[in-house]
């Protein structure tokens, strides 16, 4: 057993032992064995030791997952699949504390993190309700012949999640994927394994879900590669950054050619006009640059404001970003926490020293918080040009450029898109012509009117042009985790 200490008291766990596969904990197979000591950001002090897997490891938990398939989980109905997934969805409810405390003792703070969870529940209830509806299309013919389509599921996934959102954008993947009767390979990220081992867990000892259908893999890129060249792996799923995409897109060609789905970086553009709630406004941009310290591929990074308002609205936005407390995020007194480790704290301040060096003007924040853990204060740039990294290249930290003004809808959307990246956007208008012509030029796999960070899981989430291709959320991501059979039978 381990404990984490939060400002209710401590929370005891199992101790995770080793990689989860086929139903149980079990010794790594792997012939050059590794343990990662995951440090609580907040105090830079031991949280836990994993044992990681290996590549031997893969082998194993594809052929526990390829068995899964032919065994007991081919014949669950729609409707026991359904059942599962509301399961599933309790078990997390009755343990929502203490995936909590695993969620924020990543760097989250503990209300931030109670969120997440919640809408992991929701996840799995929400494609509960695709387990039993999956079908086909039936068409007419002249000819007498029957034609129609089956759906079916695609075998064999390996989910390959980030840090940012670990047990969330695991369950994006995981919820669909079950729905659609799969088994899973799940790789949670090397400095977030905990919440994903103990779903396995809970999986296990509260539902009926066969060995073998759900394993988890702890590890770093060894594993990953592992995944995505396998070829007994058949669909592999990657969120993270752009350069390792690159690498599960050619691993996957270079395997068996298994489709992917890839949600990549972004640099994502909000644009507020003149005519806006300046108000609302200012704290939806806070919530779109400082929500989870930056660290979210849809984070607002590029501000833009209509000429006239930038005044107004940025001292605002900096009392606004002056108002967080920052601190251990298990105590619920903190609203603003950590980096999730050394790594990512010193890239972010690597960022901001080169702006500042540059002779970007900052308005506010721009240094560590305190002398212990990996804490940055919400940074904000302003009157950043174009050409400039800051504006360039995704921070995936608590730093916002706020770009020159711009005084025409064209002007502004032309700089919008000049960007590779292409996830999602941000408008603030009281104009619906003007929120119409965004929505229909932003190049962006979302576009939010008014509001940012509403994720729900009735709507696909994905992006376009180097921000990756497929859909996790939604009926669309369903339809990734099945093929399609065209049949047609004389009559």
């Known amino acids: 057993m381990f404990s984490i200490k939060t400002s209710k008291g401590s929370v005891p766990f199992t101790r995770f032992v080793g990689p989860f596969i086929n139903g149980r904990f079990q010794p790594t197979l792997s012939s050059t064995p590794a343990k990662r000591q995951l440090l609580n950001p907040s105090t830079e002090e031991l949280l836990e030791t994993v044992h990681e897997a290996g590549p031997e490891d893969v082998d194993h938990a594809v052929q526990c997952a390829q068995a899964a398939l032919k065994g007991p989980w081919k014949a669950f109905t729609g409707r026991q699949r359904r059942n599962l997934l509301l399961d599933i969805a309790q078990t997390l409810e009755k343990n929502m504390w203490k995936l909590t405390v695993l969620e924020a003792a990543c760097g989250k703070p503990i209300n931030e993190a109670k969120l997440d969870i919640e809408e992991c529940i929701e996840c799995f209830r929400y494609f509960a309700g695709h387990a039993d509806k999956l079908h086909g299309q039936g068409f007419a013919t002249e000819d007498g012949h029957k034609s129609y389509t089956v759906r079916k599921p695609i075998g064999v996934c390996g989910l390959i999640t980030s840090f940012n959102y670990p047990l969330l954008l695991a369950s994006w993947k995981i919820a669909p994927a079950l729905a659609a009767g799969n088994t899973i390979i799940l790789k949670p990220a090397p400095q977030t394994p905990l919440s994903s081992l103990m779903l396995g867990e809970l999986i296990a000892e509260h539902t009926n879900l066969p060995e073998g259908v759900f394993n988890v893999l702890p590890g770093g890129e060894a594993v990953g590669a592992a995944i995505v060249n396998h070829k007994g792996i058949n669909k592999c799923s990657f969120t993270g950054s752009g350069n390792v995409g690159r690498k599960v897109m050619a691993g996957a060609a270079n395997s068996n050619l298994k489709p992917i789905t890839l ?6 553009p909000l644009i507020v006009f003149a005519d806006a709630d300046l108000d609302q406004a200012v704290e939806d941009v806070f919530g779109a640059i400082f929500s989870n310290m930056g660290q979210n591929c849809c984070a607002g990074s590029r501000l833009y404001l209509e000429s006239g308002i930038e005044d107004k609205f940025l001292e605002k ?29 010193e890239r972010v301040m690597n960022f901001i020293e080169s702006a500042k060096q540059d002779g970007q003007k900052l308005l506010t924040g721009g240094k560590r918080h305190g002398t212990k853990g990996y804490f940055i204060e919400p940074t904000i740039f302003t009157n950043v040009p174009e050409t400039c990294t800051l504006a360039k290249d995704e921070v995936f930290g608590p ?21 590779p990246y292409g996830l999602a956007s941000g408008v603030w208008t009281k104009n619906l012509s003007k929120a119409e012509q965004c929505i229909q030029e932003l190049e962006t796999g979302l576009t939010w009117v008014n509001c940012y960070n509403m994720c729900s899981a009735h709507l696909p989430f994905g992006g376009v042009k180097e921000s990756g291709f497929g859909k996790d959320l939604g009926t669309e991501a369903v339809y990734e985790y099945t093929t399609v059979k065209a049949v047609t039978v004389r009559v």
């Open 399 to 419: 730093v916002l450029s706020v770009m020159k003004p711009f005084t025409s809808i064209e002007e502004v959307l032309e700089r919008a898109n000049a960007t």
């Open 317 to 345: 936005l900096k009392a606004r970003a002056e108002q967080v407390k920052v601190g251990d995020t298990l105590d619920e007194a903190y609203n603003f926490g950590a980096l999730v480790d050394r790594v990512q704290f």
């Open 263 to 268: 949600e990549l970086g972004g640099k994502s």
